[in-house]
């Protein structure tokens, strides 16, 4: 993890914290902007369970934060004369047979990430 020390105390409070909570976060990544992180957690084929575990991660971090006399957003672009990016999802689209409809036949392989 690149993250400047300031920041490492809450991000290991979120880390802490969702663990507690049975979420996995599988990376945390410094992004362009000082204070600005991508947050990244397990994939899941059940999807009510991964929106709750998205509204849990959001309490967490805003928590945390504020914890450390921060303020969290997850806005697209909280500062104008900065760097931004949102709280944004990314998602695959799976088939009965656990395969990408996007992808090409060639790439159609069950995916190895769903729990």
């Known amino acids: 993890m690149d993250a400047p020390h300031n920041?490492?105390?809450?991000?290991?409070k979120i880390e802490i914290e969702?663990?507690?909570?049975?979420?996995e976060i599988t990376?945390?990544?410094?992004?362009?902007?000082s204070g600005?992180?991508?947050?990244?957690?397990?994939h899941s084929a059940d999807i009510l369970e991964l929106c709750d575990d998205i509204m849990a991660i959001?309490?967490?971090?805003?928590?945390?934060?504020?914890?450390?006399?921060?303020?969290a957003s997850f806005m697209a672009k909280p500062n104008i004369l900065s760097t931004s990016s949102?709280?944004?999802?990314?998602?695959s689209l799976l088939n009965q047979f656990q395969q990408n409809i996007?992808?090409?036949?060639?790439?159609?392989?069950?995916?190895q990430h769903m729990r």
């Open 18 to 23: 969702a663990k507690k909570q049975h979420i």
């Open 102 to 111: 996007y992808a090409t036949d060639d790439l159609k392989q069950p995916n």
């Open 7 to 12: 920041y490492q105390t809450v991000l290991e």
């Open 36 to 42: 600005q992180f991508e947050i990244n957690i397990q």
């Open 86 to 91: 949102g709280l944004h999802f990314h998602m």
């Open 58 to 71: 959001k309490h967490i971090v805003n928590h945390s934060a504020h914890m450390h006399g921060l303020t």
């Open 27 to 33: 990376a945390i990544v410094a992004e362009s902007s």
